[in-house]
Protein backbone atom coordinates (compact mmCIF):
# COMPACT_ATOMS: atom_id res chain seq x y z
CA UNK A 1 0.00 0.00 0.00
CA UNK A 2 1.54 3.40 -0.93
CA UNK A 3 2.36 6.35 1.43
CA UNK A 4 -0.63 8.94 1.43
CA UNK A 5 -0.46 12.52 2.59
CA UNK A 6 -3.97 12.87 4.87
CA UNK A 7 -5.95 16.06 4.17
CA UNK A 8 -5.83 18.68 6.46
CA UNK A 9 -9.69 17.91 7.68
CA UNK A 10 -8.89 14.41 8.56
CA UNK A 11 -5.45 15.45 10.40
CA UNK A 12 -7.98 17.48 12.63
CA UNK A 13 -10.03 14.86 13.33
CA UNK A 14 -7.18 12.73 14.54
CA UNK A 15 -5.95 15.12 16.66
CA UNK A 16 -9.86 15.81 18.40
CA UNK A 17 -9.42 12.26 19.54
CA UNK A 18 -6.84 13.50 21.88
CA UNK A 19 -7.57 16.77 22.55
CA UNK A 20 -11.56 16.21 22.88
CA UNK A 21 -12.53 13.60 24.53
CA UNK A 22 -15.89 15.16 25.78
CA UNK A 23 -16.97 18.00 26.34
CA UNK A 24 -15.52 18.94 29.60
CA UNK A 25 -12.21 19.30 27.35
CA UNK A 26 -13.48 21.09 24.51
CA UNK A 27 -14.38 24.00 27.49
CA UNK A 28 -10.82 23.60 28.91
CA UNK A 29 -9.73 24.88 26.15
CA UNK A 30 -11.54 27.18 25.58
CA UNK A 31 -11.81 28.85 28.78
CA UNK A 32 -7.72 28.73 29.03
CA UNK A 33 -7.64 31.12 25.44
CA UNK A 34 -10.22 33.22 27.49
CA UNK A 35 -7.74 33.68 30.29
CA UNK A 36 -4.86 34.17 27.62
CA UNK A 37 -6.76 36.69 26.72
CA UNK A 38 -6.87 38.55 29.62
CA UNK A 39 -10.35 38.08 30.51
CA UNK A 40 -11.49 39.31 33.69
CA UNK A 41 -14.85 37.90 33.21
CA UNK A 42 -16.08 34.81 31.61
CA UNK A 43 -20.12 33.59 30.91
CA UNK A 44 -20.27 29.94 30.56
CA UNK A 45 -23.38 28.98 28.64
CA UNK A 46 -24.03 25.18 28.39
CA UNK A 47 -26.90 22.78 26.98
CA UNK A 48 -27.25 18.89 27.85
CA UNK A 49 -24.03 18.70 29.58
CA UNK A 50 -22.74 20.81 26.72
CA UNK A 51 -23.07 18.08 24.32
CA UNK A 52 -25.47 20.28 22.29
CA UNK A 53 -24.32 23.30 22.94
CA UNK A 54 -20.80 25.19 24.71
CA UNK A 55 -20.65 29.09 24.58
CA UNK A 56 -18.28 30.91 26.22
CA UNK A 57 -18.02 34.82 26.04
CA UNK A 58 -15.34 36.35 27.64
CA UNK A 59 -14.35 40.06 27.42
CA UNK A 60 -10.19 39.66 27.00
CA UNK A 61 -8.42 41.35 23.84
CA UNK A 62 -10.37 39.75 21.32
CA UNK A 63 -8.96 38.34 17.74
CA UNK A 64 -8.97 40.81 14.58
CA UNK A 65 -10.57 40.04 11.61
CA UNK A 66 -7.75 38.95 9.49
CA UNK A 67 -7.05 36.49 12.13
CA UNK A 68 -10.28 34.38 12.68
CA UNK A 69 -9.26 31.98 9.94
CA UNK A 70 -5.87 31.32 11.48
CA UNK A 71 -7.49 30.62 14.55
CA UNK A 72 -9.50 27.54 13.31
CA UNK A 73 -6.45 26.17 11.40
CA UNK A 74 -4.24 23.98 12.63
CA UNK A 75 -0.35 24.66 15.04
CA UNK A 76 -1.29 28.53 14.08
CA UNK A 77 -0.60 30.40 17.39
CA UNK A 78 0.02 33.91 18.99
CA UNK A 79 1.99 32.58 21.90
CA UNK A 80 5.13 30.92 20.55
CA UNK A 81 7.07 30.69 17.71
CA UNK A 82 10.43 29.01 18.11
CA UNK A 83 11.71 26.03 19.73
CA UNK A 84 13.04 28.21 22.92
CA UNK A 85 9.69 29.65 23.29
CA UNK A 86 8.16 25.69 23.66
CA UNK A 87 10.72 25.64 26.58
CA UNK A 88 9.53 28.02 28.68
CA UNK A 89 5.71 28.79 28.32
CA UNK A 90 4.05 30.83 30.78
CA UNK A 91 0.70 30.77 28.70
CA UNK A 92 -2.65 28.35 29.22
CA UNK A 93 -2.47 27.49 25.69
CA UNK A 94 0.49 27.16 23.21
CA UNK A 95 -0.10 24.36 20.53
CA UNK A 96 -2.56 26.22 17.99
CA UNK A 97 -4.00 22.79 17.61
CA UNK A 98 -7.47 22.87 20.01
CA UNK A 99 -9.89 25.20 18.05
CA UNK A 100 -9.04 24.12 14.73
CA UNK A 101 -9.93 19.96 16.23
CA UNK A 102 -13.00 21.29 17.69
CA UNK A 103 -13.95 23.04 14.69
CA UNK A 104 -13.68 19.26 12.73
CA UNK A 105 -16.23 17.68 14.76
CA UNK A 106 -18.77 20.85 15.73
CA UNK A 107 -20.41 22.92 14.40
CA UNK A 108 -19.05 26.27 15.74
CA UNK A 109 -19.16 30.35 15.32
CA UNK A 110 -16.49 32.24 16.33
CA UNK A 111 -17.00 35.98 16.77
CA UNK A 112 -14.91 38.19 17.98
CA UNK A 113 -14.19 42.15 18.48
CA UNK A 114 -10.22 43.72 18.93
CA UNK A 115 -9.72 46.69 21.35
CA UNK A 116 -9.06 48.46 18.17
CA UNK A 117 -12.11 47.47 16.05
CA UNK A 118 -14.51 49.22 14.89
CA UNK A 119 -17.19 46.61 14.97
CA UNK A 120 -17.03 42.58 15.36
CA UNK A 121 -15.91 39.83 12.90
CA UNK A 122 -18.05 36.45 12.95
CA UNK A 123 -16.74 33.18 11.11
CA UNK A 124 -18.92 29.91 10.87
CA UNK A 125 -17.16 26.77 10.60
CA UNK A 126 -18.77 22.96 10.16
CA UNK A 127 -16.45 19.51 9.99
CA UNK A 128 -13.86 21.91 9.59
CA UNK A 129 -15.13 23.96 6.62
CA UNK A 130 -14.54 27.39 7.26
CA UNK A 131 -16.88 30.52 5.45
CA UNK A 132 -15.77 33.92 5.06
CA UNK A 133 -15.66 36.41 7.73
CA UNK A 134 -19.01 38.49 8.01
CA UNK A 135 -19.69 42.11 10.57
CA UNK A 136 -21.18 41.17 13.60
CA UNK A 137 -22.33 43.39 16.45
CA UNK A 138 -20.71 42.74 19.88
CA UNK A 139 -18.49 44.56 22.74
CA UNK A 140 -14.93 43.80 23.05
CA UNK A 141 -13.93 40.34 23.55
CA UNK A 142 -14.69 36.87 21.67
CA UNK A 143 -17.88 34.54 22.17
CA UNK A 144 -17.06 30.73 20.41
CA UNK A 145 -20.29 28.83 20.52
CA UNK A 146 -20.01 24.82 19.84
CA UNK A 147 -22.92 22.95 18.77
CA UNK A 148 -23.71 19.55 17.91
CA UNK A 149 -19.77 18.24 19.16
CA UNK A 150 -19.07 15.13 17.06
CA UNK A 151 -22.40 15.46 14.83
CA UNK A 152 -19.82 13.75 12.30
CA UNK A 153 -17.96 11.31 14.29
CA UNK A 154 -20.89 9.38 15.60
CA UNK A 155 -18.77 6.46 17.21
CA UNK A 156 -16.63 8.75 19.12
CA UNK A 157 -20.25 10.81 20.03
CA UNK A 158 -20.93 6.89 21.41
CA UNK A 159 -18.63 7.21 24.17
CA UNK A 160 -19.85 10.26 25.76
CA UNK A 161 -21.99 9.55 29.34
CA UNK A 162 -25.20 10.76 30.17
CA UNK A 163 -25.36 14.72 30.36
CA UNK A 164 -25.68 15.09 33.86
CA UNK A 165 -22.30 13.14 33.61
CA UNK A 166 -20.90 15.57 31.31
CA UNK A 167 -22.07 18.80 32.61
CA UNK A 168 -20.59 17.30 36.00
CA UNK A 169 -17.15 17.23 34.41
CA UNK A 170 -17.48 20.43 32.80
CA UNK A 171 -18.74 22.20 35.73
CA UNK A 172 -15.51 20.57 37.46
CA UNK A 173 -13.51 22.35 34.47
CA UNK A 174 -15.22 25.62 35.40
CA UNK A 175 -14.47 25.52 39.01
CA UNK A 176 -10.56 24.45 38.67
CA UNK A 177 -9.87 27.51 36.44
CA UNK A 178 -11.85 29.59 38.92
CA UNK A 179 -9.29 28.30 41.54
CA UNK A 180 -6.39 29.02 39.64
CA UNK A 181 -7.94 32.78 38.44
CA UNK A 182 -9.51 34.44 41.43
CA UNK A 183 -9.45 37.48 39.86
CA UNK A 184 -11.31 36.37 37.14
CA UNK A 185 -15.58 36.37 37.63
CA UNK A 186 -17.34 33.09 35.98
CA UNK A 187 -20.86 32.42 35.13
CA UNK A 188 -21.82 28.94 34.55
CA UNK A 189 -25.23 28.18 33.29
CA UNK A 190 -26.56 24.72 31.92
CA UNK A 191 -30.07 24.75 30.15
CA UNK A 192 -31.11 28.10 31.28
CA UNK A 193 -30.45 28.34 34.77
CA UNK A 194 -27.37 29.64 36.69
CA UNK A 195 -25.61 27.08 38.65
CA UNK A 196 -22.37 28.87 39.29
CA UNK A 197 -21.81 32.78 39.79
CA UNK A 198 -18.37 34.07 41.31
CA UNK A 199 -17.01 37.57 41.33
CA UNK A 200 -14.00 38.54 41.44
CA UNK A 201 -12.27 37.97 44.84
CA UNK A 202 -9.13 37.67 46.77
CA UNK A 203 -7.69 34.10 46.50
CA UNK A 204 -9.02 32.85 50.02
CA UNK A 205 -12.63 34.01 49.76
CA UNK A 206 -12.61 32.02 46.03
CA UNK A 207 -11.18 29.26 47.46
CA UNK A 208 -14.14 29.20 50.38
CA UNK A 209 -17.20 29.93 47.72
CA UNK A 210 -15.48 26.95 45.44
CA UNK A 211 -14.35 23.96 47.64
CA UNK A 212 -17.01 24.99 50.46
CA UNK A 213 -17.49 25.97 54.10
CA UNK A 214 -16.26 22.91 55.45
CA UNK A 215 -12.34 22.85 53.68
CA UNK A 216 -12.24 26.44 54.55
CA UNK A 217 -12.83 26.25 58.44
CA UNK A 218 -10.31 23.28 58.13
CA UNK A 219 -8.09 24.65 56.27
CA UNK A 220 -4.20 26.06 57.30
CA UNK A 221 -2.68 28.30 55.40
CA UNK A 222 0.96 27.16 53.55
CA UNK A 223 3.57 28.97 52.23
CA UNK A 224 7.28 28.25 51.66
CA UNK A 225 9.90 29.55 48.64
CA UNK A 226 12.90 27.44 48.02
CA UNK A 227 14.89 29.86 45.74
CA UNK A 228 13.34 30.08 42.30
CA UNK A 229 10.53 27.54 44.00
CA UNK A 230 7.83 29.12 45.73
CA UNK A 231 4.75 27.21 47.11
CA UNK A 232 1.30 28.21 48.45
CA UNK A 233 -2.29 27.84 49.47
CA UNK A 234 -4.00 25.54 51.87
CA UNK A 235 -4.03 22.21 53.23
CA UNK A 236 -6.89 20.20 55.13
CA UNK A 237 -6.07 19.70 58.96
CA UNK A 238 -5.64 15.68 59.20
CA UNK A 239 -8.50 15.39 61.80
CA UNK A 240 -10.73 16.47 58.72
CA UNK A 241 -9.31 14.38 56.04
CA UNK A 242 -12.43 12.01 54.22
CA UNK A 243 -12.09 8.93 51.94
CA UNK A 244 -12.90 11.14 48.44
CA UNK A 245 -10.22 12.61 46.47
CA UNK A 246 -12.17 15.14 44.63
CA UNK A 247 -10.45 17.91 46.69
CA UNK A 248 -7.52 17.78 45.65
CA UNK A 249 -5.72 20.89 43.95
CA UNK A 250 -2.71 21.30 42.87
CA UNK A 251 -1.61 24.23 39.96
CA UNK A 252 1.62 24.71 38.91
CA UNK A 253 2.01 28.29 37.25
CA UNK A 254 -1.37 29.12 37.36
CA UNK A 255 -2.33 25.21 35.28
CA UNK A 256 -3.74 22.70 36.91
CA UNK A 257 -2.09 19.57 36.85
CA UNK A 258 -2.39 15.67 37.75
CA UNK A 259 1.01 14.59 38.80
CA UNK A 260 2.29 11.38 40.77
CA UNK A 261 5.24 13.27 41.76
CA UNK A 262 3.20 15.82 43.47
CA UNK A 263 0.35 13.60 44.85
CA UNK A 264 3.17 11.29 46.49
CA UNK A 265 5.46 14.08 47.97
CA UNK A 266 1.73 15.16 49.78
CA UNK A 267 0.45 11.91 50.57
CA UNK A 268 3.76 11.16 52.40
CA UNK A 269 3.60 14.16 54.29
CA UNK A 270 0.18 12.90 55.84
CA UNK A 271 1.64 9.60 56.26
CA UNK A 272 2.06 10.29 60.36
CA UNK A 273 -1.25 11.88 61.14
CA UNK A 274 -3.53 10.46 58.67
CA UNK A 275 -6.29 7.89 59.75
CA UNK A 276 -6.09 4.85 57.84
CA UNK A 277 -7.55 5.24 54.14
CA UNK A 278 -8.36 8.50 54.31
CA UNK A 279 -7.10 10.63 51.60
CA UNK A 280 -5.71 14.94 52.47
CA UNK A 281 -7.67 17.89 50.57
CA UNK A 282 -5.09 21.01 49.40
CA UNK A 283 -5.89 23.74 47.41
CA UNK A 284 -2.13 24.38 46.32
CA UNK A 285 -0.26 26.82 44.09
CA UNK A 286 3.55 25.65 42.65
CA UNK A 287 5.23 28.37 41.43
CA UNK A 288 8.76 27.61 39.62
CA UNK A 289 10.72 29.53 36.08
CA UNK A 290 9.18 28.00 33.68
CA UNK A 291 12.05 26.59 31.78
CA UNK A 292 12.60 23.85 34.72
CA UNK A 293 8.88 22.73 33.93
CA UNK A 294 7.65 20.83 30.78
CA UNK A 295 4.20 21.50 30.16
CA UNK A 296 4.15 19.64 26.60
CA UNK A 297 4.24 16.09 28.03
CA UNK A 298 0.42 15.28 26.94
CA UNK A 299 -2.20 16.83 24.44
CA UNK A 300 -4.36 17.31 27.82
CA UNK A 301 -1.59 19.17 29.41
CA UNK A 302 -2.62 18.18 32.86
CA UNK A 303 1.04 16.02 32.79
CA UNK A 304 4.25 17.70 33.35
CA UNK A 305 7.70 17.03 33.81
CA UNK A 306 9.80 19.13 36.51
CA UNK A 307 13.72 19.51 35.70
CA UNK A 308 14.63 18.54 39.17
CA UNK A 309 11.62 16.11 39.91
CA UNK A 310 13.70 15.05 43.11
CA UNK A 311 14.02 18.53 44.54
CA UNK A 312 10.55 19.43 43.95
CA UNK A 313 9.31 16.33 45.72
CA UNK A 314 11.21 16.94 48.92
CA UNK A 315 10.37 21.02 48.48
CA UNK A 316 7.10 20.20 48.95
CA UNK A 317 7.10 16.79 51.51
CA UNK A 318 9.07 19.23 54.05
CA UNK A 319 6.76 22.07 53.70
CA UNK A 320 3.73 20.63 54.29
CA UNK A 321 5.41 18.19 57.05
CA UNK A 322 6.60 21.42 58.84
CA UNK A 323 3.47 22.25 59.02
CA UNK A 324 1.20 19.46 60.25
CA UNK A 325 4.11 18.65 62.47
CA UNK A 326 4.08 22.22 64.14
CA UNK A 327 3.63 21.73 68.16
CA UNK A 328 0.37 23.57 69.69
CA UNK A 329 0.91 26.90 70.96
CA UNK A 330 -0.73 29.86 72.09
CA UNK A 331 -3.23 31.27 70.13
CA UNK A 332 -7.12 31.20 69.23
CA UNK A 333 -8.32 27.12 69.10
CA UNK A 334 -10.75 25.95 66.73
CA UNK A 335 -13.91 24.91 67.90
CA UNK A 336 -15.16 21.34 67.76
CA UNK A 337 -15.74 19.47 65.81
CA UNK A 338 -12.17 20.70 64.28
CA UNK A 339 -9.51 19.60 66.59
CA UNK A 340 -6.67 21.33 65.73
CA UNK A 341 -2.74 20.43 65.20
CA UNK A 342 -1.91 23.63 64.62
CA UNK A 343 -2.43 26.91 66.24
CA UNK A 344 -1.05 30.56 65.62
CA UNK A 345 2.28 30.97 67.35
CA UNK A 346 2.45 33.70 70.23
CA UNK A 347 4.28 33.28 73.99
CA UNK A 348 3.35 30.27 75.89
CA UNK A 349 3.28 30.54 79.42
CA UNK A 350 4.60 27.95 81.43
CA UNK A 351 2.65 26.61 84.24
CA UNK A 352 4.68 26.17 87.63
CA UNK A 353 7.44 23.32 87.92
CA UNK A 354 6.71 19.96 89.60
CA UNK A 355 9.21 18.07 91.48
CA UNK A 356 10.24 14.50 89.89
CA UNK A 357 10.04 12.05 91.71
CA UNK A 358 12.82 10.13 89.48
CA UNK A 359 15.55 12.07 87.75
CA UNK A 360 16.89 9.98 85.15
CA UNK A 361 19.42 11.90 82.82
CA UNK A 362 16.90 11.02 80.01
CA UNK A 363 13.67 12.02 81.79
CA UNK A 364 10.68 10.65 80.13
CA UNK A 365 8.99 14.21 80.44
CA UNK A 366 12.34 16.07 79.88
CA UNK A 367 11.09 19.56 78.73
CA UNK A 368 9.34 19.82 82.11
CA UNK A 369 12.72 19.19 83.89
CA UNK A 370 11.01 18.67 87.09
CA UNK A 371 7.28 17.74 85.91
CA UNK A 372 4.98 15.24 87.77
CA UNK A 373 6.53 12.09 86.67
CA UNK A 374 3.42 11.01 84.26
CA UNK A 375 3.52 8.08 83.35
CA UNK A 376 5.86 6.01 85.81
CA UNK A 377 2.86 3.59 87.00
CA UNK A 378 -0.30 3.38 88.70
CA UNK A 379 1.00 4.02 92.57
CA UNK A 380 0.39 7.40 94.15
CA UNK A 381 2.71 9.99 93.25
CA UNK A 382 4.70 12.55 95.81
CA UNK A 383 3.43 15.44 93.70
CA UNK A 384 2.07 18.94 95.19
CA UNK A 385 -1.68 19.38 94.34
CA UNK A 386 -2.32 20.81 91.02
CA UNK A 387 -1.72 24.45 90.44
CA UNK A 388 -5.09 27.12 91.04
CA UNK A 389 -6.99 27.50 87.89
CA UNK A 390 -7.29 30.73 86.15
CA UNK A 391 -9.75 33.29 86.63
CA UNK A 392 -12.76 32.73 84.09
CA UNK A 393 -11.56 34.78 81.14
CA UNK A 394 -8.06 34.93 81.89
CA UNK A 395 -5.92 34.80 78.09
CA UNK A 396 -2.70 33.82 80.44
CA UNK A 397 -3.38 30.23 80.32
CA UNK A 398 -1.65 27.69 78.22
CA UNK A 399 -3.29 26.56 75.07
CA UNK A 400 -4.72 23.68 76.45
CA UNK A 401 -5.23 24.87 80.12
CA UNK A 402 -5.33 23.39 82.89
CA UNK A 403 -6.78 20.04 84.05
CA UNK A 404 -10.08 19.89 85.91
CA UNK A 405 -10.92 16.14 85.96
CA UNK A 406 -11.03 12.34 84.45
CA UNK A 407 -13.80 11.53 82.44
CA UNK A 408 -14.69 7.58 82.74
CA UNK A 409 -10.68 7.05 83.24
CA UNK A 410 -10.74 7.56 78.90
CA UNK A 411 -10.76 11.41 78.88
CA UNK A 412 -9.07 14.55 80.80
CA UNK A 413 -10.87 17.73 81.23
CA UNK A 414 -8.95 20.51 81.12
CA UNK A 415 -10.07 24.50 81.26
CA UNK A 416 -8.56 27.43 78.55
CA UNK A 417 -8.93 30.60 77.82
CA UNK A 418 -11.43 29.72 75.38
CA UNK A 419 -13.66 27.07 76.71
CA UNK A 420 -13.11 24.12 77.53
CA UNK A 421 -10.82 21.36 76.30
CA UNK A 422 -11.67 17.22 75.88
CA UNK A 423 -8.42 15.05 75.28
CA UNK A 424 -8.29 11.89 74.94
CA UNK A 425 -5.77 10.83 77.22
CA UNK A 426 -4.08 7.85 75.36
CA UNK A 427 -4.50 8.94 71.69
CA UNK A 428 -2.11 11.97 73.49
CA UNK A 429 0.04 10.37 75.56
CA UNK A 430 1.03 7.34 72.29
CA UNK A 431 1.67 10.58 70.35
CA UNK A 432 3.90 12.12 72.85
CA UNK A 433 6.10 8.60 72.56
CA UNK A 434 6.31 8.29 69.52
CA UNK A 435 7.41 11.41 68.74
CA UNK A 436 9.83 11.19 71.62
CA UNK A 437 11.07 7.77 69.96
CA UNK A 438 11.73 9.09 66.84
CA UNK A 439 13.86 11.48 67.97
CA UNK A 440 15.94 9.30 70.10
CA UNK A 441 16.40 7.25 67.40
CA UNK A 442 17.41 9.73 64.90
CA UNK A 443 20.23 11.05 67.71
CA UNK A 444 20.73 7.50 67.80
CA UNK A 445 20.30 7.19 71.67
CA UNK A 446 18.17 5.65 72.63
CA UNK A 447 18.13 4.78 76.29
CA UNK A 448 17.59 1.47 78.05
CA UNK A 449 15.93 -0.04 80.74
CA UNK A 450 17.51 -3.44 82.16
CA UNK A 451 15.16 -6.04 83.48
CA UNK A 452 16.11 -6.84 87.23
CA UNK A 453 15.22 -10.51 86.21
CA UNK A 454 15.53 -11.16 82.24
CA UNK A 455 12.30 -12.77 80.82
CA UNK A 456 12.35 -15.90 78.27
CA UNK A 457 10.26 -16.22 75.43
CA UNK A 458 9.50 -19.33 73.67
CA UNK A 459 8.73 -17.97 70.04
CA UNK A 460 8.55 -19.48 66.83
CA UNK A 461 11.87 -20.99 65.66
CA UNK A 462 11.73 -19.19 62.37
CA UNK A 463 11.59 -15.86 64.18
CA UNK A 464 14.69 -16.56 66.18
CA UNK A 465 16.61 -17.48 63.07
CA UNK A 466 14.94 -14.01 61.48
CA UNK A 467 16.61 -11.64 64.49
CA UNK A 468 19.88 -14.14 65.00
CA UNK A 469 22.03 -11.74 62.75
CA UNK A 470 20.29 -8.57 63.93
CA UNK A 471 20.89 -8.50 67.29
CA UNK A 472 22.76 -5.49 67.83
CA UNK A 473 20.46 -3.62 65.75
CA UNK A 474 17.67 -4.15 67.72
CA UNK A 475 19.99 -2.91 70.72
CA UNK A 476 19.98 0.30 69.00
CA UNK A 477 16.16 0.62 69.34
CA UNK A 478 16.08 0.10 73.14
CA UNK A 479 15.74 -3.98 72.80
CA UNK A 480 18.73 -5.81 74.24
CA UNK A 481 17.77 -9.62 73.19
CA UNK A 482 19.62 -12.96 73.52
CA UNK A 483 18.64 -16.54 71.70
CA UNK A 484 18.86 -19.15 74.56
CA UNK A 485 17.73 -21.65 72.80
CA UNK A 486 16.40 -22.51 68.80
CA UNK A 487 12.66 -21.74 70.12
CA UNK A 488 13.37 -18.86 72.82
CA UNK A 489 15.27 -15.27 73.45
CA UNK A 490 15.45 -13.84 76.65
CA UNK A 491 15.09 -10.03 77.32
CA UNK A 492 17.49 -8.31 79.04
CA UNK A 493 16.25 -4.76 78.26
CA UNK A 494 13.79 -2.76 76.69
CA UNK A 495 13.48 1.30 75.86
CA UNK A 496 13.48 3.47 78.30
CA UNK A 497 10.41 5.30 77.08
CA UNK A 498 8.42 2.01 77.25
CA UNK A 499 9.78 0.54 80.73
CA UNK A 500 6.31 1.00 82.27
CA UNK A 501 4.87 -1.05 79.70
CA UNK A 502 4.10 -5.03 79.43
CA UNK A 503 7.35 -6.78 78.05
CA UNK A 504 6.14 -9.55 76.82
CA UNK A 505 3.48 -7.49 74.96
CA UNK A 506 6.44 -5.39 73.38
CA UNK A 507 8.75 -8.18 72.70
CA UNK A 508 5.77 -9.99 71.05
CA UNK A 509 4.81 -7.28 68.83
CA UNK A 510 8.27 -6.34 67.76
CA UNK A 511 8.88 -10.16 66.87
CA UNK A 512 5.43 -10.11 65.05
CA UNK A 513 6.73 -6.95 62.98
CA UNK A 514 9.83 -8.74 62.42
CA UNK A 515 7.75 -11.92 61.47
CA UNK A 516 5.76 -10.08 58.67
CA UNK A 517 8.51 -7.96 57.49
CA UNK A 518 12.07 -8.95 58.51
CA UNK A 519 14.23 -6.88 60.74
CA UNK A 520 16.61 -5.00 58.18
CA UNK A 521 13.17 -3.50 56.36
CA UNK A 522 11.73 -2.94 60.11
CA UNK A 523 14.21 -0.93 61.13
CA UNK A 524 14.40 0.78 57.70
CA UNK A 525 11.56 1.73 55.48
CA UNK A 526 8.99 0.61 58.37
CA UNK A 527 11.14 2.07 61.10
CA UNK A 528 8.03 4.83 62.00
CA UNK A 529 5.33 2.05 61.74
CA UNK A 530 7.46 0.29 64.61
CA UNK A 531 7.94 2.90 66.73
CA UNK A 532 3.81 3.88 66.51
CA UNK A 533 3.19 -0.10 67.86
CA UNK A 534 5.58 0.28 70.50
CA UNK A 535 4.09 4.02 71.73
CA UNK A 536 1.03 2.03 71.39
CA UNK A 537 2.12 -0.56 73.89
CA UNK A 538 3.91 2.22 75.93
CA UNK A 539 1.07 4.79 76.20
CA UNK A 540 -1.36 5.01 79.15
CA UNK A 541 -4.05 2.91 79.15
CA UNK A 542 -7.59 3.58 79.49
CA UNK A 543 -8.64 3.39 83.60
CA UNK A 544 -5.87 4.42 84.79
CA UNK A 545 -6.55 6.82 87.15
CA UNK A 546 -4.29 10.47 86.86
CA UNK A 547 -3.25 12.73 89.13
CA UNK A 548 -4.43 16.02 88.18
CA UNK A 549 -0.41 16.76 88.11
CA UNK A 550 -0.24 13.92 85.89
CA UNK A 551 -2.99 15.26 83.41
CA UNK A 552 -1.17 19.14 83.33
CA UNK A 553 2.00 17.25 82.71
CA UNK A 554 0.46 15.64 79.69
CA UNK A 555 -1.14 18.63 78.68
CA UNK A 556 2.61 20.43 78.59
CA UNK A 557 4.02 17.93 76.86
CA UNK A 558 1.20 17.62 74.03
CA UNK A 559 2.61 21.64 73.74
CA UNK A 560 5.29 20.81 73.17
CA UNK A 561 5.37 17.69 70.49
CA UNK A 562 4.98 17.86 67.37
CA UNK A 563 1.91 16.42 65.35
CA UNK A 564 0.11 16.58 68.82
CA UNK A 565 -3.34 16.60 67.45
CA UNK A 566 -3.34 13.35 65.73
CA UNK A 567 -2.41 10.12 67.28
CA UNK A 568 0.40 7.53 65.70
CA UNK A 569 -3.04 6.48 63.56
CA UNK A 570 -4.41 9.58 62.70
CA UNK A 571 -7.42 9.97 64.99
CA UNK A 572 -7.51 13.47 66.97
CA UNK A 573 -6.22 13.43 70.37
CA UNK A 574 -7.72 16.40 71.63
CA UNK A 575 -11.09 18.96 70.80
CA UNK A 576 -11.73 22.62 71.82
CA UNK A 577 -15.22 23.20 72.83
CA UNK A 578 -15.80 27.48 73.27
CA UNK A 579 -17.47 29.03 75.87
CA UNK A 580 -20.25 30.12 73.43
CA UNK A 581 -20.91 26.98 72.53
CA UNK A 582 -21.36 25.81 75.96
CA UNK A 583 -23.41 29.13 76.07
CA UNK A 584 -25.58 27.73 72.69
CA UNK A 585 -26.25 24.60 74.58
CA UNK A 586 -27.86 25.76 77.58
CA UNK A 587 -29.60 28.61 75.61
CA UNK A 588 -27.80 31.44 78.07
CA UNK A 589 -28.61 35.02 77.07
CA UNK A 590 -31.79 33.96 75.30
Not at 238 to 262: E, M, W
Not at 522 to 535: I, P, V
Request: hydrophobic share 45%; aromatic share 4%; proline share 5%.
Amino acid sequence: MSIRVLPDVLISQIAAGEVVERPAAALKEILENSLDAGATEIQVELEQGGIKRIRVSDNGMGIARDDLALALTRHATSKIASLSDLERVASLGFRGEALASIAAIARLQLTSRSVDAAHAWTLQAEGGLLAAPAPAARAGGTTIDIQDLFFNTPARRKFLKTDATEYAHCAETVRRLALAQPQTAFTLTHNGRVQLRLNAEPAAARVRHVLGDAFGQNAIAVEAAAGALRLNGWVIRPSAATAGRDSQHVFVNGRYVRDKLIVHALKEAYRDVLHHQLNPAYCLFIELPPETVDVNVHPAKTEIRFRDSRGVHQFLYHAVERLLGAPVTAGEVPAAPAPASRLPAHGAPQQAAMPLQVAEAMAFYAPLERGSGFGQGSVGLAAPAAQALPEAGAHDAPPLGYALAQLHGVYVLAQNAQGLVLVDMHAAHERVVYEKLKNALDRRAVPAQTLLIPLVLTVDARDVAEIGPHLEALAGIGFELSVTSPTSVAVRSVPWLLKDADPVELTRAVLAEVAEFGVARLLAERRNELLATLACHGAVRANRHLTLPEMNALLREMEATERAGQCNHGRPTWFQISLKELDAMFMRGR
